[in-house]
């Protein structure tokens, strides 16, 4: 029987990628997108069927926990219980310290760190109960660095791991893997829309000269979920070019 994988943020140009890799793998494949983003996500759906992979979407607010509740609840009634999860829902708000307020500091806490409390809590019982999970979580090059601007994102992303390894330890002898994937500079819409010379300035930084193609960072996270990757858990694995080596 086909695997269930959800992929929070699973609209946007990662989550695009992954959602792809993981139909093409064969798993039942189903993306999450915040209730405002409705009309995109059909869109969205209709672009995927057009290339010929079948993906569900769903809707929920990644930041409140009753939300991600009914989420699952939903999911394990219309496809069966999450085999697969990859937490990929993220924002930035970037400012430096001096300018940061406290709502672009919570704002990102919550999407990017709390969601993955919020979205892995309902999932867990079922994966111990039937002794099998993948459990991703998509860190970032600048939760391992740091980086000027982002203590809020630095910060989430670093919790992250911090939450992958605690995590995997319990789930270890019950068939779960929780491990991380720390993606580099990724060509998305949204490092397509930088200024030529602030992404000029990016790559010439990054040992290979360019940054990552999203497919990439999906054929990663292909395998942690594969039965290939079962002896590996906590790892933090990193896909950034050489932009960080650690």
Not at 136 to 159: E, L, M, T
């Amino acid at each position: 029987m086909a695997r269930i994988a959800l992929v929070t943020g699973g609209i946007g140009g990662l989550g695009t990628a992954i959602c792809t890799r993981l139909a093409k793998e064969g798993c039942t494949v189903v993306a999450n997108h915040h209730p405002s983003e409705a009309e995109a996500a059909e869109a969205w759906k209709k672009e995927r069927a057009a290339e010929g992979v079948d993906v569900a979407t769903i809707a929920a607010d990644v930041s409140s926990y009753e939300d991600c509740v009914r989420m699952i609840q939903e999911i394990s009634e219309q496809q069966g219980p999450v085999d697969i999860l990859v937490n990929c829902a993220g924002i930035t708000r970037d400012k430096t310290f001096k300018k940061m307020e406290a709502a672009h500091w919570q704002a990102v806490i919550n999407v990017n760190l709390s969601s993955v409390f919020n979205v892995t809590r309902p999932v867990w019982e079922g994966m111990l109960e039937r002794g099998f999970g993948r459990i991703i979580n998509i860190s970032s090059v600048n939760g391992q660095r740091g980086q000027f601007g982002q203590a809020n994102y630095s910060a989430a992303k670093a919790g992250m791991h911090g939450f992958t390894m605690a995590l995997a330890q319990e789930g270890a002898a019950k068939g779960i893997t929780v491990n991380t994937v720390s993606p580099g500079y990724t060509d998305t819409a949204m490092t397509l829309a930088m200024d030529d010379k602030v992404r000029n300035s990016i790559i010439s930084g990054i040992p290979m000269r360019r940054m990552a193609q999203p497919s990439e960072i999906a054929a990663a996270i292909a395998f942690l979920v594969s039965d290939d990757a079962a002896y590996v858990t906590g790892a933090n694995l990193p896909v950034n070019g050489g932009l960080f080596m650690h």
